[in-house]
């Protein structure tokens, strides 16, 4: 875990996440807490993560999120190098689909 995001601060935001129990909720929380552009952004870092999973090309990936190459690197070197945070979450929804 990255130790410059571990504050007082961001541990509240996580247990406010932790609080949500469903969909609406989440829609209701992150409205009122993002931009509809921050939103719209997390949701195609995520969407891009999904694709590169699945062994899409960049080309492919741009093709269809309208993300950036950097974009895409950016999160592929967090897939790769990163926390395994996204893995955890992709076997999460694997297990309840």
């Given at each position: 875990?990255?130790?410059?995001?571990?504050?007082?601060?961001?541990?509240r935001?996580?247990?406010?996440?932790?609080?949500?129990?469903?969909?609406?909720?989440?829609?209701?929380f992150?409205?009122?807490?993002?931009?509809v552009?921050?939103?719209?952004?997390?949701?195609?870092?995520?969407?891009?993560?999904?694709m590169?999973?699945?062994?899409?090309?960049?080309?492919e990936?741009?093709?269809?999120t309208?993300?950036?190459?950097a974009?895409?690197?950016?999160?592929?070197r967090?897939?790769?190098y990163?926390?395994?945070?996204y893995?955890?979450?992709?076997?999460?929804?694997?297990?309840?689909?």
């Amino acid at each position: 875990m990255n130790q410059k995001i571990k504050t007082e601060a961001v541990d509240r935001l996580f247990d406010a996440v932790l609080c949500l129990n469903t969909r609406e909720e989440c829609y209701n929380f992150f409205e009122d807490l993002c931009t509809v552009n921050e939103l719209l952004s997390l949701s195609q870092r995520f969407e891009v993560a999904s694709m590169l999973k699945d062994k899409r090309t960049y080309l492919e990936i741009a093709d269809k999120t309208g993300a950036s190459t950097a974009t895409i690197s950016r999160v592929n070197r967090s897939l790769n190098y990163g926390n395994d945070g996204y893995e955890m979450i992709f076997e999460r929804l694997n297990s309840n689909s």
